[in-house]
């Protein structure tokens, strides 16, 4: 398993921009499809964004199309949500994960990953 790490969440005002990142350790880094998944207090954790190993692939939520980019540096062992034009029910815990495998949009599901951050709290105020 590879070990994930947030950071960059705070508080915005909404239309505001934050850009999450998610350190990975380990070596196979590159061989992981990377996602990105929210819960909001009394909601079940959902699906926000998903890369594959190149990077050259990406599937993101309808909720967030347009507005979230994800991207990934395997260089650094890195993967990011750059998230602009926030809006108050983006509120939540963000959270990184890892999943072996191909990027497939029907395994884009909190079950299909193995691999969790501890989570990073972004708060958008109207």
């Known amino acids: 398993q590879v070990q994930l790490v947030e950071s960059g969440g705070g508080l915005v005002q909404a239309g505001g921009s934050l850009r999450l990142s998610c350190a990975a350790s380990?070596?196979?880094?590159?061989?992981?499809?990377m996602g990105w998944f929210r819960q909001a207090p009394g909601k079940e954790r959902e699906f926000v964004a998903g890369i594959s190993w190149s990077g050259g692939s990406t599937y993101y939520a309808d909720s967030v199309k347009g507005r979230f980019t994800i991207s990934r540096d395997n260089a650094k062992n890195t993967v990011y949500l750059q998230m602009n034009s926030l809006k108050p029910e983006d509120t939540a815990v963000y959270y990184c994960?890892?999943?072996?495998?191909?990027?497939?949009?029907?395994?884009?599901?909190?079950?299909?990953?193995?691999?969790w951050g501890q989570g990073t709290q972004v708060t958008v105020s109207s």
């Open positions: 380990g070596r196979t880094f590159s061989t992981y499809v």
């Open positions: 994960a890892a999943k072996e495998g191909y990027l497939l949009r029907a395994d884009l599901k909190v079950e299909h990953f193995g691999s």
